[in-house]
């Protein structure tokens, strides 16, 4: 009698299944683009490019520092005593912890520009569920990438290591200096003149690393 309808249940599975198919591609789109090798790569070098910049900062304040040191071991006649085998090991130390934080800042940046990707990915899929087709899915990741890498770049170019010699310089010097001039003191068994004790406290040194 009724010819063996089904009301057009039929046409809307394959309309569903169409619909789920369209926003497979979409989101499949949208992952291989963000999957690629070439952003694989682009990671890496957002990394080198990091670490070589803040590498160079580094190199800058290094040599600063050591000029200054020389200079000032020269002034005092120190050179080529303990003071000057001290304060040369401790610029190395202090050139060590710059490398390992010029480092540390380019896997920084490299995972910056991925966590900023991982959103997008997840935006761009949410809006492919929703109905954006392949073309569009395809033209936003690419655009919204390319944004993501333009400012990684950009930031990428003020890299340092922090101020890792700036309390070396003058202080310890200084200190080590008024120490080989005046080596023991006479009152009440003091080993350094009171007004001098202070002037160095370590090699602490309080500098972050700037992206």
Known sequence: MGGGGDGGAGQMRADEEERQRKVQMAVDTVNSTFNGQGRQA??????????DVAGRDLDRQFTTASNQNLFGLARSGLL??????????????RYGEGQIRATA??????????????RTRQNLISLAQSGMDTGT???????????????????????SVGRLFDDMGQ??????????????????????PSMFSNLFAGNSYGGTVRQ
């Open 105 to 118: 800042a380019g896997q920084g940046a490299a995972a910056d520009l991925q966590s900023v990707d991982e």
């Open 80 to 93: 080529g005593g303990s003071v000057d085998a001290e304060s040369g090991a401790d610029l190395a130390t």
């Open 171 to 192: 202080a310890y010097l200084t200190n080590q200096q008024l120490r080989a001039r005046y080596p023991t003191s006479t009152t009440q068994g003091s080993s350094t």
């Open 42 to 51: 682009m990671y890496k070098d957002i990394q080198d490019a990091t670490r």
């Open 137 to 159: 899915a395809a033209s936003m990741a690419a655009g919204q990438m390319a944004a993501a890498a333009d400012t990684a770049r950009a930031t990428s170019q003020g890299a």
